[in-house]
C-alpha cells in the first residue's frame, strides 16, 4: 500500500498526540479530555465541530466542492477498566484505567486524517469526522444516533477501522462479514464432559459495571 507522504511526514506529531491520550485514559462518556484534545486539534486545523453528541462525542466537518454527497469516517475515544503495568514513559496516570483496545490510536489515526484534508481538499463533498465515546460496551454510537447523528450530518457510508499491531506497516487488511463486533459472550453446556458442545450466543449490553448501558 502507497503511504501518504504528507501523512508520513506529520507521523511524528500525531505519534505525541497518541501517546498524550494513552497516557490519560477515560473510560466509556467520561472521555471530556480526550474530546477536548481532539475538538482543539480539529480547531488549529480549522475544521468546524459540533460537539455533545452521546455526551462526549465530537464531530468534524470538512467540506469540498460543491456535491451535497458525503460520509463518515468513525473512531472510538474510550478506554478500559484495567491497569496498566507497562513502564514506559506515556503508561497511563491513572490506576485502572487503561487504552488496552487501541482507541487511543484510533482516535490520533482519525486526528491525521483530518489534519491530511483540512490541507488537502482534493475532493468533491463532505467528510464527517466522528470521535464517538463509549465503544466499550457503553452504547456510544446509538447514543450519538439518538442525538441526532444522522438527521444532522446525513451520510452514504461510515468507515472505520482497528488497529493490528501485529501487521507490517503498510498493510491493510479485510474480512467478508462482521469483525470485533461483539460486545459479549456467552457460554452454556449441557450432558456428560466427554460430549458437551458449547453453544453460544452474541448479546447487546455488557456486565461491565463502568460501562454499562443500563
Not at 10 to 28: G, M, S, V, W
Not at 131 to 149: N, S, T
Request: aromatic share 8%; charged share 15%.
Amino acid at each position: 500500500m502507497k503511504l501518504i507522504e504528507p501523512i508520513v511526514a506529520n507521523t511524528p506529531e500525531i505519534a505525541a498526540l497518541r501517546k498524550d491520550i494513552h497516557a490519560h485514559p477515560e473510560l466509556c462518556f467520561q472521555e471530556v479530555r480526550t474530546a477536548d484534545v481532539v475538538a482543539a486539534k480539529l480547531t488549529e486545523w480549522g475544521i468546524p465541530i459540533h460537539r455533545g453528541m452521546g455526551t462526549t462525542g465530537v464531530v468534524g466537518i470538512v467540506k469540498a466542492g460543491t456535491s451535497s454527497r458525503a460520509l463518515a469516517l468513525r473512531a472510538d475515544m474510550d478506554a478500559l477498566p484495567m491497569q496498566e503495568f507497562n513502564t514506559f514513559a506515556h503508561a497511563s496516570q491513572h490506576a485502572g484505567k487503561m487504552h488496552a483496545c487501541g482507541h487511543d490510536g484510533h482516535t490520533a489515526m482519525l486526528l491525521a486524517a483530518a489534519q491530511h484534508f483540512a490541507k488537502h481538499r482534493n475532493f468533491d463533498g463532505t467528510v464527517y469526522l466522528v470521535f464517538q465515546p463509549a465503544e466499550e460496551g457503553g452504547g456510544g454510537a446509538r447514543e450519538m444516533i439518538k442525538d441526532g447523528l444522522f438527521e444532522q450530518f446525513p451520510v452514504e457510508a461510515v468507515f472505520g477501522m482497528h488497529n493490528w499491531p501485529g501487521m507490517a506497516a503498510g498493510t491493510f487488511a479485510a474480512s467478508a462479514g462482521p469483525v470485533m463486533a461483539s460486545s459479549g459472550l456467552r457460554s452454556s453446556s449441557a450432558g456428560r464432559a466427554r460430549s458437551a458442545v458449547p453453544t453460544f450466543r452474541t448479546w447487546s449490553g455488557t456486565t461491565d459495571p463502568w460501562c454499562s448501558p443500563w
